[in-house]
């Protein structure tokens, strides 16, 4: 897998393969300032894209919620290297 910041390329690694090699990636960390919005955001798109095609993601809309509030909440937020 390919990550959009090349030092992730070797340190966080598919143990399972179950990504392709080329396939891009991208890691949001919980220190990232803009991370509880973009993972909020992406709920949003879930949700609307879900009752477009009729599909409950009702679950994963909410874990993602979930998980942008712990995101909010942690404790060193800075601005993406």
């Not at 890691?27 to 949003?44: C, E």
């Amino acid at each position: 897998m390919k990550h959009e910041n090349e030092k992730y390329d070797d340190r966080i690694v598919d143990v399972d393969e179950i990504i392709p090699e080329d396939e891009p990636v991208f890691l949001i960390r919980g220190q990232d300032i803009l991370g509880g919005d973009v993972v909020r955001h992406y709920a949003i798109l879930l949700e609307t894209i879900s009752r477009q095609h009729h599909i409950d993601n009702t679950k994963k809309v909410h874990s993602l919620r979930e998980h942008a509030r712990r995101m909010d909440n942690w404790s060193k937020h800075k601005i993406p290297d």
